[in-house]
């Protein structure tokens, strides 16, 4: 799943801020996290969510890959294609290893993911990297400040699936050339990409909604969750984080 790069990313290493010292679920392992069956019932659908997302991934850039418009294009995504599927392998066989099983863990969020993909389908090459880029990189955001409270064991496991897949570095160089060569394409890239933003923030609250473990995670009803506040300074971090993403792609927010 592509991720941001230092300059869009939120992180405490990114903005220069000292990482507080883990306190609560943060500081425990599974073990001892997962006693809590409310959390443990949080985590199986956040390892759900996040391993049909690497799924949907995997199969996205294989088929965008038909759409390359040059041999090594065609090569880079899908070198891309089987980083994503690497990390679903990684999510499923953890949720095996806890008891759950992954294929029930994910069958919840098939439908609004598959939904979002049906409506932001891309009509060309450029639409399908500045999907990827842009769409990916708000859930990963999203993911990533679930993820500082979570226990040790499975806080470790989502950054690394998180990781960038080359995606991020790639789409910035495609589309800030094809601007160059033709300005009138950051337009319409612009108004793709801000479409792209609010399906993105749409789905995810819809998934949150949907499944009470998750909605009762964040809220701080389980572990370190955020409390209201939070959850809007959250969600203001990531569009804030969108807003670098497109100045580096060379489009307007």
């Known amino acids: 799943m592509?991720?941001?790069?230092?300059a869009a990313d939120p992180s405490a290493e990114a903005t220069g801020k000292t990482t507080p010292a883990a306190t609560g679920v943060a500081a425990q392992n599974w073990d001892t996290a997962a006693a809590d069956p409310q959390y443990r019932a949080a985590v199986v659908?956040?390892?759900?969510?996040?391993?049909?997302?690497?799924?949907?991934?995997?199969?996205?850039?294989?088929?965008?890959?038909?759409?390359?418009?040059?041999?090594?294009?065609?090569?880079?995504?899908?070198?891309?294609?089987s980083a994503e599927f690497h990390h679903f392998e990684r999510l499923r066989?953890?949720?095996?290893?806890?008891?759950?099983?992954?294929?029930?863990?994910?069958?919840?969020?098939?439908?609004?993911?598959?939904?979002?993909?049906?409506?932001?389908?891309?009509?060309?090459w450029l639409e399908g990297l500045v999907k990827a880029f842009v769409g990916d990189s708000i859930a990963s955001d999203f993911y990533r400040e679930v993820a500082?409270?979570?226990?040790?064991?499975?806080?470790?496991?989502?950054?690394?699936?998180?990781?960038?897949t080359g995606h991020a570095s790639?789409?910035?160089?495609?589309?800030?050339?094809?601007?160059?060569?033709?300005?009138?394409?950051g337009g319409r890239l612009a108004l793709w990409a801000r479409r792209l933003m609010g399906e993105a923030l749409s789905q995810s609250q819809?998934?949150?909604a949907d499944r009470d473990a998750l909605s009762t995670m964040l809220v701080g009803g389980v572990a370190d969750g955020f409390d209201l506040a939070e959850v809007g300074r959250m969600f203001s971090r990531i569009t804030e984080a969108h807003t670098k993403r497109m100045a580096a792609l060379g489009l307007a927010a």
């Open 170 to 185: 790639f789409a910035v160089e495609k589309v800030r050339a094809a601007i160059d060569a033709d300005p009138r394409v």
């Open 148 to 164: 500082a409270r979570l226990d040790a064991d499975t806080r470790g496991l989502v950054l690394s699936v998180l990781d960038d």
């Open 45 to 81: 659908d956040l390892l759900g969510a996040l391993a049909y997302g690497e799924l949907a991934a995997f199969e996205r850039l294989a088929e965008d890959a038909k759409l390359a418009p040059t041999l090594s294009d065609k090569a880079e995504l899908a070198k891309m294609a």
């Open 206 to 208: 819809r998934v949150v």
């Open 2 to 6: 592509t991720t941001p790069d230092n």
């Open 93 to 124: 066989d953890r949720l095996a290893a806890v008891g759950a099983g992954p294929t029930e863990a994910m069958e919840p969020f098939v439908a609004a993911l598959d939904g979002f993909h049906r409506q932001t389908a891309p009509s060309d």
